[in-house]
């Protein structure tokens, strides 16, 4: 088999799914996107899938903003929905962090984001669920909540595939092809596939398809936990996603009363290689959550324990994502590293992405997540108070 194509996106998680759809919108005649497994089989299936605007600088708030448009937007557009609930957004601050806290919402609000710091009395009367003791703020935004990772991305793929676009499946890329100022393509088992343009969004296994043609990405994988729980009884729950940085842990509801929960920063990070790591959750890590959950959240004092489970992060030096192409190097894109951030701002990276790769340049506060910025020494750090954004 040898054919060429006009680009070719390798992996077919959120990020890669919504470039080609968004390639395709851009009139480009032969796109395909190549899976090593199934679409989502990667850290996008795993998702909690969380879809929030707070963010300690605006291209990432500006970012997640335009994608909610999109989530709201995918049936009309795309003909299915990607399970968007726009249940409206908490975010919990301790005392520690409260001038960055209020300084992060009041940047967040120059990028016409709704979203506000509640008083007193609104945090008695909306969350009665919420223990307060040591917390020393509630930011809320109703334009926030959550989706469904898997439905999202084949909303996307199906999209592609109806308007002329190619998918292959099940089909693993082990390597670049190119020298070290140019890449031309992928081998395959039965074949070489050529390419104008490849973009590199495997996620987890990024790194390894970069060094095929020497090149060094700095992307960390790391095993990421998650557990499931379901509140006992009849006392109010929340109804949308929350982070909860006082006690370092988010929750989203799965509905019947299920929430997913998992550790937020500062936690421990522990490189794993992705073809081989621990799929199921530490019991310690069970224990450690629940005793959380349960000293916030009072009507999680009798639940039962419905699922645990780890996936993979794609982590870069910074926690922001690489994204566009690489300076010396014709022909490679990257849209990776994204994880933590990812899926909630992944429609809307796609599709400046797709942009940059037809006019050759972007929108100056996007062109700053091009990898050259760790060579350049232009690391992104949060405008108050930290870089996980």
């Excluded at 074949?191 to 700095?218: C, H, K, M, T, Y």
Aim: charged share 20%.
């Amino acid at each position: 088999m040898s054919e060429t194509y006009d680009v070719i996106v390798i992996g077919a998680g959120i990020s890669g799914a919504s470039t080609t759809y968004h390639l395709k919108t851009l009139c480009v005649d032969r796109v395909l996107l190549i899976e090593r497994d199934r679409p989502t089989a990667g850290g996008t299936g795993r998702s909690a899938a969380m879809v929030r605007q707070h963010y300690s600088t605006v291209l990432m708030a500006r970012l997640a903003k335009a994608s909610i448009d999109m989530f709201l937007t995918m049936p009309e557009e795309l003909g299915a929905s990607g399970g968007f609930e726009q249940t409206g957004y908490y975010f919990l601050s301790p005392a520690e962090s409260f001038y960055a806290f209020r300084q992060n919402v009041a940047l967040q609000r120059t990028a016409g984001i709704d979203t506000r710091i509640l008083d007193q009395t609104e945090i008695s009367e909306q969350l009665p669920w919420l223990n307060t003791e040591d917390m020393a703020g509630v930011a809320y935004e109703p334009d926030g909540g959550y989706a469904d990772p898997v439905r999202s991305t084949e909303a996307y793929v199906g999209t592609f595939e109806r308007i002329g676009g190619t998918t292959m499946i099940r089909t693993p890329v082990r390597a670049l092809t190119g020298s070290k100022d140019k890449v031309t393509g992928v081998p395959l088992d039965d074949g070489e596939l050529a390419a104008g343009a490849i973009v590199n969004a495997a996620g987890p296994w990024a790194r390894f398809l970069a060094e095929g043609v020497g090149l060094d990405l700095p992307i960390r994988t790391v095993r990421e936990q998650d557990t499931v729980w379901e509140a006992r009884g009849d006392r109010p729950l929340p109804l949308c996603p929350i982070s909860n940085a006082v006690d370092a842990i988010y929750l989203r509801p799965l509905g019947d009363r299920r929430f997913i929960v998992g550790r937020g920063f500062p936690k421990d990070y522990i490189d794993v290689d992705p073809y081989n790591y621990k799929t199921t959750a530490d019991e310690e890590f069970e224990s450690d959550v629940l005793e959380r959950l349960q000293r916030r959240f009072p009507p999680f004092a009798e639940c039962r324990h419905i699922d645990s489970y780890a996936a993979l992060y794609d982590v870069t030096p910074d926690w922001y994502p690489f994204v566009g192409p690489r300076g010396g190097l014709t022909g490679y894109y990257n849209i990776n590293g994204g994880s933590g951030h990812g899926f909630k701002i992944a429609p809307a990276i796609g599709r400046e992405l797709a942009q940059w790769i037809i006019d050759g340049t972007a929108a100056a506060d996007f062109a700053g997540l091009t990898f050259d910025r760790v060579a350049a020494g232009q690391l992104y750090q949060g405008a108050y108070g930290g870089n996980r954004g």
